[in-house]
T-cell receptor, first 114, second 111 residues
Framework: NAGVTQTPKFRVLKTGQSMTLLCAQD?????MYWYRQDPGMGLRLIHY???????AKGEVPDGYNVSRLKKQNFLLGLESAAPSQTSVYFC?????????????FGPGTRLTVL | QQQVKQSPQSLIVQKGGISIINCAYE??????FPWYQQFPGKGPALLIA?????SEKKEGRFTISFNKSAKQFSLHIMDSQPGDSATYFC??????????FGPGTRLSVLP
């Protein structure tokens, strides 16, 4: 099992450019999440999905869009990147959500917006 | 969004010592409290977790102490080792609100 994988690992964008981050999991998990991690702020939830074809907003959704067309994939899009979106992005998945369940995290994508 | 406060921000401990990280929460509806460990350049990984029906959970050198009335919980690392050097995040969860993470504690264990 590869677990949770993220593509790309690093990316540099100019302000206004767009990009898509890809997350894939091979554990047949229903729930998938996108977080951003900034120094001193922990992990903040951007968007999440409770199953194929569903998405929902998290704590900091502005400027991001997501899609879950296949159960194993969760895409995070930035339509017009801003310097404030410079961060490390983590994807996670879990088997279920009810009652709390272990989240498995990917290795992260370090994004710099100039 | 409900907050989870975490302290200290950074911690330096000698090898063999005890590392203690504290967290506090506000929302009494939280019902699952995990701790995640993150090494540089890696994603967080679940270390240990507790539910509010118990006051303590121990797994090897790692122990969570939970005080429901004070709305606080802490991670104790006994016999700390240099390999424990990492960033530790506490979190709180309840269905419908997802996970809320603390800001993290950077632990350095000196050899």
């Amino acid at each position: 099992n590869a677990g949770v994988t993220q593509t790309p690992k690093f990316r540099v964008l100019k302000t206004g450019q767009s990009m898509t981050l890809l997350c894939a999991q091979d554990m047949n998990h229903e729930y998938m999440y996108w977080y951003r991690q900034d120094p001193g702020m922990g992990l903040r939830l951007i968007h999440y999905s409770v199953g194929e074809g569903t998405t929902a907003k998290g704590e900091v959704p502005d400027g991001y869009n997501v899609s879950r067309l296949k159960k194993q994939n969760f895409l995070l899009g930035l339509e017009s990147a801003a310097p404030s979106q410079t961060s490390v992005y983590f994807c996670a998945s879990s088997y279920s959500q009810r009652g709390g369940d272990e989240q498995f995290f990917g290795p992260g994508t370090r994004l710099t917006v100039l | 969004q409900q907050q989870v406060k975490q302290s200290p921000q950074s911690l330096i401990v000698q090898k063999g010592g005890i590392s203690i990280i504290n967290c506090a929460y506000e929302n009494t509806a939280f019902d699952y409290f995990p701790w995640y460990q993150q090494f540089p350049g890696k994603g967080p990984a679940l270390l240990i977790a507790i539910r509010p029906d118990v006051s303590e959970k121990k797994e090897g050198r790692f122990t969570i102490s939970f005080n429901k009335s004070a709305k606080q919980f802490s991670l104790h690392i006994m016999d700390s080792q240099p390999g424990d050097s990492a960033t530790y995040f506490c979190a709180a969860y309840n269905y419908g609100q997802n996970f809320v993470f603390g800001p993290g504690t950077r632990l350095s264990v000196l050899p």
